[in-house]
């Protein structure tokens, strides 16, 4: 039996309750799916592996070892008050705030009770530096209960905030903007005295280029460093009035370091008038230097490398570089790299976390050891006491008061104990913290169970509906995922690979989420076709009709599976599919199961009949031309002559197989959404929808209004990028995969759909 409830409220909110069951309860609001934390990743030597998600920044409280924040790479501030516990507890800070992609992080030594601290906002994530709109800084002076935007009425706009620093009113910040597009904002060092109300790139003793980064002395609150890659003009600068002018401190060998393939510079600074910084030329540290003098005279150190290979084996210095000095001893200091290589002389056997301790004291030529895996291997004094290590790509290290050392990376937050010497060990701080970069989602409603796609923690599983502990499929790059539920009776299959669909597989479940079996489709050439030429994140459809079927996206065109992924035919070629965030397919609509929608650049292409009916570019979709990539496309299950498409600004529909268009933005573009990312058909016995994902919050329409008029989807999404939707028309759920916040559903718990909206919406039906 189906009863269908409609609550109509006048004025802002409107309540809409689609229930598809008796006895049925609902929450109302998203929920937080996880993972938080994901076990069996890519670490080594730590308790269940936990892996969680990119994390950029850290700080620890001046005081208080067991506080410590946390900025996500695309996921907001967090704060933890028992840092030191085998499971954290954090608190999530800004899911609200307009920008959630931290750049960096700085408590403001100027306030004695430790209760201020400002946050940059930038983009640096490793799938293609993606994230939310870079609106400037965040500000706090709560320890984080209350936030307050900062840019200089718009000044600060498109910056990339790569380093931070505050001093009462004075704020002043590091802008990189190094990545391709993000050109708004210029380059360099940016400063207010007036609390962020106005700004002024400076250039009193300083040159206009890229700053990767930005220090201050924790002994002098008036002196801070930064570097600059200007040509000749590049150097490494000190302040010694909170930024207002500057002078080159480096000498000859520091500059000569820094060339026009420089991509990344990072500097510490130490108790004792000491300061270290690395510099990176085409994505490698080639060159460590150190003053003692607060950069009066300079040293250069050996590069660490172990096998020959320095700290980035990756290639990935750009991002994944970071360097912190120890609090005991002015010699010593600390950095990460990327990935390791393996197996290798210190006993790695996956792409863990590279990590070293340096020593000025040393000669050259033993300057360096390891600070991960095995104590008995490689440079005496090096390792751990069982050889752990965490995660890869580091991006940030920081000491706490009592020197332990706490480093994130991309698979989230984790400490070192005893980094002094080889008697500690590495150990995971994610606890309940929930940062994954998701790329896309599926949901089995069989079981109740979510797998998605992720930047660089593989391909995370729900072991338990509602669960916020979830396991790893598979490591490395997550490619994107599938769900069937209905193919089979009683089972349910689920398709994952890596990178590049890196190992390509096929699991069936029971009813039980009982692996039933598993394999790895060959994806055979039929007909003397080429093999697929896979993508990155190659992009993949289940067939909504007979889900037996399934489109790859290749990039040398269209593949059709009709064997569950055994053999193909390629039935586009040339035709790449978008990817990357961009899932543009939509396949099988009742009564026409050979139905393709497939986006390729900015024009949509159609076939409506079987293999060999080519796919034919529609010469009258209205995004054609406009440089906006296609996003998104949907077929309303029970109409074959209609579609949709998104691309990152407008919303289309054909009601005639892609012979006409329409366009249905209409008053989305009131909304302050950035980038339309996702979109799915939501089907009930009382009213269709059509709802979209975007940088910020997801939007829906309603077919008793053609679709035309758009209300936003409130009540707890984080505002962090919705890269992909899923709806389950079975139990209701309807899944969002977003890119630094995890999953959520919208009423998991039942089958009940129960959307609050907002936008001074107000309808009776």
């Avoid at 994505?283 to 005279?297: E, L, N, P, Y």
């Avoid at 923690?457 to 729900?462: A, D, L, S, V």
């Avoid at 028309?729 to 919208?746: C, E, N, P, Y």
Wanted: hydrophobic share 40%.
């Amino acid at each position: 039996m189906i009863k269908n409830h409609l609550l109509a409220v006048s004025g802002a909110a409107l309540t809409l309750i689609i229930s598809f069951g008796l006895n049925a309860q609902s929450t109302g609001t998203w929920v937080a799916e996880g993972p938080g934390p994901n076990t069996d990743g890519q670490v080594e030597g730590i308790q269940d592996g936990e892996v969680i998600g990119s994390i950029n920044s850290v700080a620890t409280h001046p005081t208080d070892p067991d506080t410590v924040y946390i900025g996500a790479t695309n996921g907001g501030v967090w704060r933890t008050e028992n840092a030191l516990d085998a499971m954290p507890d954090w608190t999530r800070l800004t899911d609200t705030q307009a920008g959630n992609s931290i750049g960096s992080l700085e408590f403001d030594p100027l306030d004695a009770t430790h209760s201020t601290l400002v946050a940059g906002i930038g983009r640096f994530s490793s799938i293609g530096r993606r994230g939310g709109e870079r609106v400037g800084i965040l500000r706090t002076i709560d320890q984080g209960l209350t936030w307050s935007l900062i840019n200089g009425n718009g000044q600060l706009l498109g910056c990339n905030i790569k380093g931070i620093a505050a001093r009462g009113e004075v704020l002043v910040v590091a802008v990189d903007n190094s990545d391709a597009g993000s050109a708004l904002c210029g380059r360099g060092i940016f400063r207010s005295s007036d609390g962020g109300a106005s700004w002024a790139l400076i250039t009193n003793g300083i040159p206009a280029g890229t700053a990767f980064d930005l220090v201050g002395d924790p002994l002098d609150n008036d002196r801070l460093f930064t570097n600059i890659v200007a040509g000749a003009g590049s150097g490494i600068f000190r302040s010694d009035d909170q930024g207002a002018s500057w002078t080159r401190v480096s000498d000859a060998a520091v500059e000569t370091a820094i060339t026009d393939d420089t991509n990344n510079l990072e500097m510490a600074m130490g108790l004792n008038n000491n300061i270290f910084a690395v510099i990176t030329n085409s994505g490698v540290a080639t060159d460590v230097f150190a003053s003692q003098d607060g950069g009066a005279s300079w040293t250069r150190m050996d590069t660490p490398a172990i096998n020959g290979l320095g700290s980035n084996p990756g290639g990935q210095g750009s991002i994944h570089l970071s360097i912190a000095v120890d609090r005991t001893d002015a010699n010593i200091v600390y950095l990460g790299g990327d990935r390791q290589d393996f197996p290798n002389i210190i006993g790695a056997n996956d792409f863990s976390g590279r990590l070293f301790r340096g020593d000025l004291s040393q000669p050259a030529g033993s300057q360096w050891v390891h600070l991960t895996h095995d104590s008995t291997l490689g440079p005496a004094g090096g390792g751990t006491a069982n050889d752990s290590a965490p995660h890869a790509d580091s991006r940030d290290m920081a000491l706490t008061v009592d020197n332990v050392l706490i480093e994130v990376d991309d698979g989230g937050v984790y400490r070192r104990s005893s980094p002094l010497n080889d008697s500690g060990d590495w150990f995971s701080m994610n606890g309940n913290i929930m940062t994954t970069e998701f790329h896309a989602v599926s949901f089995d409603g069989l079981n109740g169970i979510i797998i998605g796609g992720t930047q660089d923690t593989g391909t995370p599983e729900q072991q338990i509906p509602f669960d916020p502990v979830w396991d790893s499929v598979a490591t490395a790059d997550g490619g994107v995922t599938l769900a069937d539920d209905s193919s089979t009776p009683g089972n349910a299959i689920r398709y994952s690979s890596n990178q590049f669909l890196g190992s390509f597989r096929r699991r069936t479940f029971d009813n039980n989420n009982a692996l039933v079996s598993q394999a790895f489709p060959a994806r055979t050439p039929l007909n003397d076709d080429p093999p697929i030429s896979a993508q990155f994140y190659t992009p993949l459809k289940l067939n909504s009709i007979n889900p037996v079927r399934i489109i790859f996206g290749g990039a040398n065109g269209v593949y059709e599976s009709l064997d569950q992924g055994d053999t193909v035919s390629q039935i586009g070629p040339g035709i790449a599919v978008n990817q990357v965030g961009r899932q543009p397919i939509a396949y099988g609509a009742a009564g026409n199961e050979e139905l393709l929608y497939v986006g390729s650049g900015d024009n949509v292409f159609t076939r409506l009949t079987a293999d060999p009916a080519p796919l034919l570019m529609s010469a009258t979709y209205p995004g054609s031309g406009s440089g906006r990539q296609v996003a998104d496309i949907v077929i309303p299950p029970d109409q074959p002559n209609s579609a949709f498409v998104i691309d990152s600004q407008r919303v289309y529909q054909t009601t005639d197989n892609g012979t006409t268009w329409s366009e249905l933005t209409n008053n989305l573009g009131d909304f302050d959404f950035i980038n339309l990312r996702a979109m799915v058909f939501v089907t009930s016995p009382l009213e269709n929808i059509l709802v979209v994902g975007s940088d910020r919050g997801v939007y829906a329409a309603f077919a008793a209004e053609g679709f035309s008029n758009w209300i936003r989807v409130i009540d707890g999404l984080p505002n962090a990028p919705v890269y992909d939707l899923e709806y389950d028309a079975d139990t209701g759920v309807l899944l969002a995969g977003l890119l630094g916040r995890g999953a959520w559903t919208l009423t998991p718990a039942s089958p009940i759909i129960d959307i609050f909206f907002a936008g001074g919406f107000e309808a009776t039906l």
